[in-house]
């Protein structure tokens, strides 16, 4: 398995290949911004945002058996989860309804149900992915308080490391604060305890998983008279390197978490933005996922391509989506479609079949 940091490269003649038009927003205040911390020091490590630090971390070994099962059947199977929204011992609440209050209070106990289930499955799940909000918020705004205390971060860390394969995830709302602490902080943060860039590629058996940030554009930026943390955009940079990444012509699936409601139809600082890029590689990218609305749906019947959401294990143990994917044909399948509850976080378990 090969992980791939992003890298500057020079602007490509890009043709816009149509758009998809927006829904409603009027949904997602729900799923809003973080709540601010209550302390007021706003210290920043010296580092940066680390993104061009290497982002190598350990890789799978195979043995000789696995690897001529591998020769023997091209397919493999994969897991998608979402808002998991980890909380520690300075957790303060309460939520904003009884529902979120009761359920913020369980997400430790549900991942965990969640991963021995996924490590009890036979065939053997290979990856995990999630969609973002592995958080949820931040208990200080001081850098110090994370390394010297066991934060919600480190309690995430030693959870996903408990799985039996390797877990990667993109950024939510609620692994930012955008409106608190500023988005380099986020991101020497999770460096720090994960080793992730803000956005990243992974190549494993033939595919291609991309996990993209829509925190970078000037939505949410500061100084930007557009600014609105709960709009994303992903900025020219990451779009060019999204367009790079796809022309290497391999089966995708790409991984963000605002639903494409949310999503800008235009980057206030270039030419492109996600749907053209996606539009322009539509035999490379093969699904879409996403989470933060907590709840299954099958959004992708205006997009022009498939996008998937995402239910929540903070609501719903078995809250967790599988697939087959097959190394020599680019095909896939959702496995438990039929078990999914459609505009609801609530899923039948899965028996492996």
């Given at each position: ?212 940030n829509h925190f ?46 949310a999503i800008a ?30 709840m299954w749906w ?56």
């Amino acid at each position: 398995m090969k992980r791939h940091k992003p890298s500057t490269i020079s602007r490509r003649t890009f043709t816009k290949a149509g758009g998809a038009s927006l829904v409603g927003l009027s949904f997602l205040t729900a799923c809003g911004s973080d709540a601010d911390s209550d302390d007021d020091d706003d210290t920043l490590p010296a580092d940066g945002d680390g993104t061009d630090n290497d982002t190598d971390g350990d890789e799978p070994h195979a043995d000789g058996d696995e690897e001529q099962a591998e020769l023997e059947n091209p397919v493999f199977r994969i897991a998608v989860l979402a808002d998991t929204h980890i909380i520690d011992e300075f957790y303060e609440g309460p939520e904003g309804n009884t529902i979120d209050s009761e359920s913020i209070m369980m997400t430790v106990e549900r991942l965990t149900a969640c991963r021995e289930h996924i490590n009890s499955l036979s065939p053997t799940i290979e990856m995990v992915h999630i969609c973002g909000d592995v958080i949820h918020n931040y208990p200080s705004k001081e850098y110090e308080f994370f390394q010297e205390n066991r934060t919600r971060w480190d309690v995430c860390k030693e959870l996903l490391d408990g799985f039996n394969c390797p877990v990667n995830f993109a950024l939510g709302n609620h692994d930012y604060n955008i409106s608190g602490v500023p988005r380099e902080f986020t991101h020497q943060l999770f460096k720090e305890k994960f080793g992730i860039d803000p956005y990243y590629s992974v190549d494993y058996k033939g595919w291609k998983f991309i996990y993209l940030n829509h925190f970078l554009g000037t939505t949410c930026d500061h100084d930007s008279p557009i600014y609105n943390e709960d709009r994303g955009s992903f900025g020219q940079e990451q779009l060019q390197w999204l367009d790079d990444e796809l022309s290497q012509g391999m089966p995708s699936i790409l991984f963000w978490h605002y639903p494409l409601a949310a999503i800008a139809e235009t980057e206030e600082d270039g030419p492109l933005d996600l749907r053209s890029v996606i539009l322009a590689h539509l035999d490379s990218v093969k699904l879409t996922l996403a989470g933060h609305m907590h709840m299954w749906w099958d959004a992708g019947s205006d997009e022009g391509f498939p996008h998937w959401l995402c239910s929540s294990t903070r609501y719903d143990e078995d809250a967790a989506m599988f697939l087959d994917l097959n190394s020599e044909t680019g095909e896939w399948s959702i496995l438990n479609e039929d078990d999914m509850t459609q505009f609801d976080f609530a899923t039948e378990p899965f028996d492996g079949e």
